[in-house]
């Protein structure tokens, strides 16, 4: 997170018991593994909660998400962003530190509790009351973040269809990395490239998705802990993993493709690093030989989630 993130948390937090965040973040914990959703939040102090113990690991998968679609298509500069199911604005945050050029934000929310959260994290932003199956308005960048896993997976493909008709340049769906996840990603990956959209990440092309039966594709990202965010939820380990599944599609073809994708953790051992990637030509594992101290310097730097 950025430190005006943080400022702008800390200052929400003023005078806020940290006993009272800790209890409503274990319950808000609960909820959500008894299946609950964002919905269910409906006072400001429980949308604190959510705000300290879930939107870090959120801005951090965008943030590392965004960080990729622009190393993937450099000369994307948008000039608004459109976020649907915005939640407490996080998205839009972590779009402004990827893109500059970033001068309008409009924020689609249903949530009048998130609504209210949003427009004191960003006083500039235009939130609106709404939801998915509205008339969306067409913007540079739109984006929709761990919205679809609130719906059934059936209707993956003819969300992203409608979101995609209000992308006048580039759409960008995260979900959680799990197999649940991946599903929904997958099928609204299919849709897209169907109505006419070109994968600009994690994929480096827009054939089918090669990976087939129990395997799904999915990232991780590291995130330090603040005080805050270990005292809300109980934690002992400063740091924590977010998994992430994502997809990318632009109106433009990318002009330059990378060979693939690092879609696993290397695996390095003594005869040399094995990169498992993703490409045009499908599943592969790059073996680069420690012998070779050039090229096997360059492989060591690689990380999951990387181009090769």
């Not at 695996?267 to 993703?278: D, K």
Request: charged residues 20%; aromatic residues 6%.
């Amino acid at each position: 997170m950025t430190p005006a993130w943080d400022a702008a948390i800390a200052l929400l937090l003023e005078g806020v018991s940290r006993k009272e965040l800790e209890q409503r973040a274990g319950r808000l914990s609960v909820t959500y593994r008894e299946g609950g959703t964002s919905a269910g939040i409906t006072v400001p102090a429980d949308a604190l909660a959510y705000l300290v113990t879930r939107a870090p690991a959120t801005y951090a998968a965008l943030g590392a998400v965004f960080e990729r679609v622009a190393e993937a298509a450099p000369d994307f500069a948008p000039g608004a962003l459109l976020d649907v199911g915005a939640g407490p604005g996080t998205a839009g945050w972590a779009a402004r530190d990827a893109w500059p050029s970033l001068a309008a934000v409009t924020m689609i929310e249903p949530n009048a509790t998130f609504r209210d959260l949003a427009s004191q994290l960003m006083p500039d932003a235009d939130i609106v009351a709404g939801r998915l199956g509205m008339d969306l308005p067409r913007t540079d960048l739109v984006t929709a973040a761990y919205v679809l896993a609130e719906l059934p997976e059936a209707s993956a493909g003819d969300t992203a269809r409608q979101l995609w008709n209000a992308a006048s340049g580039m759409l960008v769906l995260v979900e959680p990395g799990t197999p649940a996840g991946f599903a929904r990603i997958r099928a609204a990956r299919a849709a897209l490239i169907e109505a006419g959209g070109h994968v600009v990440a994690p994929c480096t092309h827009d054939s089918e998705c090669p990976l087939q039966g129990d395997d799904w594709c999915h990232f991780s990202q590291r995130l330090a802990r603040s005080r805050d965010h270990m005292i809300a939820k109980g934690a002992k380990v400063p740091f924590e993993d977010e998994r992430y599944a994502y997809v990318a599609v632009s109106r433009m073809p990318v002009e330059v493709r990378a060979s693939g994708r690092i879609i696993k953790p290397p695996v390095e051992a003594r005869p040399g690093i094995t990169l498992p990637l993703c490409g045009a030509s499908g599943l592969r594992n790059a073996f680069v030989a420690r012998r070779d101290k050039d090229a096997f310097r360059i492989a060591r730097k690689k990380r999951w989630g990387g181009l090769l």
